[in-house]
């Protein structure tokens, strides 16, 4: 490498800056030897020159510091033009520089799930769409962050279904979410439709929460600051349960509750690596609504994962299950029919029901996989209505963003004549825009 | 009903609080790839304790999102990233949920080893159309060694930031890696000399840097597009142009499946070579500078392979 012009000026001053350090050290050394003999006016001379060469050695050594980091920034050049391409250049032309006109936009992305499906429970074929969901995401300031989701479906209409605001910069390892949002209960209850490994949700889960957690309230969520995971979740909502909240605002109710009416849950999840490739996932879910002890539900999730990391065909697999106890007191709801005029009854009741799915979900390939599912549900209130499904699935990714999944259910509901029977489901899914798993579906 | 409850999860805490080991390191590094893994525990030495969230094996965009990483962020110092998007698919999330603004992209202990890098294959318009692009640039650098070295100094940039009273140490620890790599580099040149206008194809777009180093052509990949996997038409399509471009080399990811590589270089009579997007894929290798040499080694066998037949 050969240095510029400019850098061999600086080496030739360095150079001559210290011979003239040198010779007025020897003059120095003469003049030490020989101070008998000379007189003060040559002692003061020469140490006026030695300052003077002290002085310009200084400076020198400025210079010199100066033409190394001069040196240093031209082999960075060097370096990186002798890594820069050959064949394309990326360097930007210098031009004003102006903020894109949707630099403070969120990120947005939209999914489309659709689905068609026949059977003989439901006589008939149907074409639906299953989601249709807005998802819009942003930093708002250092310290929060907002996101909110917009769903539209076949069955339900259109509604805002999620709209929050989370921290991001709590001590402690806290983290706050308030506003309306799933709330964090087990692990599939709150994942949204098109999260699910299956085409729609278990029986299970949609009658114990009336489908998803919608709920309206605040969370607060601690990680252990230890090296093994463990998070835990508190939570305070006026309900839990999108049904749930439905219902009391079909009902004419207007928002206000006591405090012992809102209800608390807790939810504590801890992990496992049980080797380089196989990891256990456990969580335990707990809410209640204090008052009169109307509701308490237990729950308990435990996911086991095999994740080879491997190429071949088999890829991993997932075995998951959720299992739930509910005791809940219901007002006003018929406990009988009066013998005398044949008019229903009504009256107070606690039932007791519980309900839960396991399932297994084997990866082919990249683009392929394979499950079954098994589920029990019974009503949250009124006659149990049991119901066992049996359910095969396969899911084909054509690519990353686009998913079809075909489904078929073995029902069998006890109580109901001609209870029995099946439906096939084939999903089609399409996700546009910034779409990205978020951590709790993974 | 809820004493219990809480009672069992102050327990764990206080049974996981009590296993809690304290760190002897200065400072704990969280790396994404093994590539910057294993340069950082080259520049900081003793002075850094670095864990790693992907395996060489693995496919970076597919790396699963364990819940253990998010205690490691969580704990960590400094988070060393290869960058230009490669960690999109895993690392946004987790660090959503670790709770350290330390390491956030915009806090001081995020280190970003493209920083340096002049980026390659910058998508001149964002449609998935195209595939999965990179909106940056490709993120595949560190396949190339003199690119690796601008990562090094990015790192060793970045320790000093984050631990300015290790910023000699991690200076000396630059040096030293560099002496290394730069012997390896020039004794590289001499083993790859003979990929010089060699014609190949990959799985995946991931090679524009390590062909732009070493002077061989990629020609088309397996996959349909980015992200997108192979159609039959495509494939078709893709034969036709080896038999007429003369490709010699299919270049397979080691995290993308054989049997496609090996049909379609039996129907072109080109040669498959495995290499690693990621140090420690391949066999033998667990660092940097030994998974580049395992990844040329690999080539230059299937060219001669490809030659003498």
């Known amino acids: ?442 | 009903m809820a004493f219990p409850l809480v009672s069992l999860v102050f327990a764990i805490g206080v049974m996981l609080f009590g296993v809690a080991q304290p760190a002897a390191a200065v400072l704990r590094v969280v790396a994404s790839t093994p590539d910057v893994a294993d340069m950082t525990r080259q520049i900081g030495g003793d002075r850094v304790e670095v864990v790693t969230l992907a395996a060489g094996s693995q496919d970076p965009h597919k790396v699963p999102m364990k819940p253990s990483f998010v205690t490691k962020l969580n704990r960590a110092d400094a988070l060393v990233v290869n960058g230009l998007g490669l960690e999109h698919a895993f690392l946004p999330p987790l660090l959503e949920v670790a709770s350290n603004p330390k390491i956030l992209p915009t806090g001081p202990g995020y280190i970003d080893a493209s920083v340096l890098i002049q980026p390659l294959e910058i998508p001149t318009s964002q449609n998935r159309s195209q595939g999965e692009l990179h909106p940056l640039g490709s993120p595949h650098f560190n396949l190339d060694p003199v690119r690796g070295k601008q990562m090094a100094k990015a790192i060793a940039d970045g320790l000093a930031r984050v631990d300015p009273e290790g910023a000699a140490d991690y200076r000396s620890g630059l040096e030293r890696f560099n002496g290394v790599l730069d012997a390896k580099i020039a004794e590289w040149a001499q083993l790859a000399a003979p990929l010089r206008g060699v014609k190949a194809v990959s799985y995946h777009q991931d090679l524009v840097y390590l062909a732009d180093r070493y002077g061989f052509g990629m020609v088309d990949t397996i996959e349909t597009k980015p992200g997108v996997p192979a159609t039959p038409s495509h494939l078709e399509a893709l034969i036709d142009t080896m038999k007429r471009e003369r490709v010699q080399l299919v270049i397979r990811e080691i995290a993308y499946e054989m049997p496609l590589a090996q049909t379609v270089a039996a129907r072109t009579g080109a040669q498959v070579a495995t290499i690693s997007s990621m140090a420690g894929g391949l066999p033998g290798t667990t660092g940097y500078i030994d998974s580049v040499e395992a990844n040329l080694k690999a080539l230059v066998a299937a060219l001669h392979a490809a030659a003498s037949e």
């Open chain 1, 1 to 442: 490498m050969r240095f510029p012009n400019q850098m061999n000026g600086r080496a030739r001053r360095v150079l001559r800056c210290m011979v003239k350090f040198l010779a007025a050290a020897a003059i120095l050394g003469v003049a030490s030897r020989a101070t008998a003999t000379k007189s003060d006016d040559e002692l003061a001379h020469v140490k006026a020159e030695l300052e003077k060469t002290q002085s310009e050695l200084g400076a020198t050594r400025e210079q010199l510091d100066a033409t190394r980091a001069a040196l240093e920034k031209l082999a960075d050049k060097v370096d990186r033009i002798e890594s820069g391409s050959t064949t394309t250049a990326s360097i930007a032309p210098s031009a004003p520089r102006i903020a894109p006109v949707n630099a403070d936009n969120p990120a947005i992305s939209f999914v489309v799930d659709t689905a068609f499906s026949t059977g003989n429970l439901d006589p008939g074929y149907n074409f639906s769409l299953q989601s249709g969901e807005l998802f819009i995401s942003a930093p708002i300031d250092p310290f929060l962050r907002g996101y909110a989701s917009l769903n539209g479906s076949s069955d339900e209409g259109f509604g805002l279904e999620e709209a929050a605001l989370v921290t991001t910069s709590l001590p402690w390892n806290l983290t706050v979410k308030g506003g309306r949002f799933m709330s964090d209960v087990g692990r599939m209850p709150h994942w949204h439709n098109e999260q699910l490994p299956f085409v729609n949700r278990p029986e299970s889960i949609e009658r114990m929460f009336g489908g998803e957690t919608i709920s309206e309230g605040a969370e607060v969520t601690w990680l252990a600051p230890i090296d093994h995971y463990v998070r835990v979740t508190a939570g305070l909502y006026n309900a839990i349960g999108a049904e749930n909240s439905e219902e009391l605002l079909d009902d004419g109710f207007e928002g206000r509750r006591s405090f012992n009416e809102l209800t608390w849950l807790v939810h504590p999840s801890t992990y496992f690596d049980l080797s380089d490739t196989v990891n256990l996932e456990v969580g335990g879910t707990w809410f209640t609504v204090n008052s009169d002890s109307t509701r308490n539900l237990f729950g308990a999730d435990v996911t086991l994962r095999h994740q080879p990391g491997t190429s071949g065909l088999y890829q991993g697999l997932v075995v998951g299950s959720e299992w739930y106890w509910n005791s809940e007191r219901f007002d006003e709801i018929e406990v009988g029919v009066d013998a005398d005029t044949g008019e229903p009854l009504f009256g107070t009741q606690r039932f007791e029901r519980n309900g839960g799915y396991a399932y297994a979900e084997a990866f082919l390939g990249r683009q392929y996989s394979v499950g079954v599912r098994g589920d029990y549900a019974e009503n949250i209130a009124g006659p149990s209505g049991r119901q066992r499904t049996l359910s095969a699935f396969a899911t084909w990714l054509p690519s990353e963003f686009q998913r079809l999944r075909l489904q078929g259910d073995a029902i069998a509901q006890d109580g109901i004549e001609g209870g029995d029977g099946y439906q096939i489901t084939l999903q089609w899914t399409g996700f546009l825009g910034s779409h990205a798993h978020g951590f709790s579906a993974r």
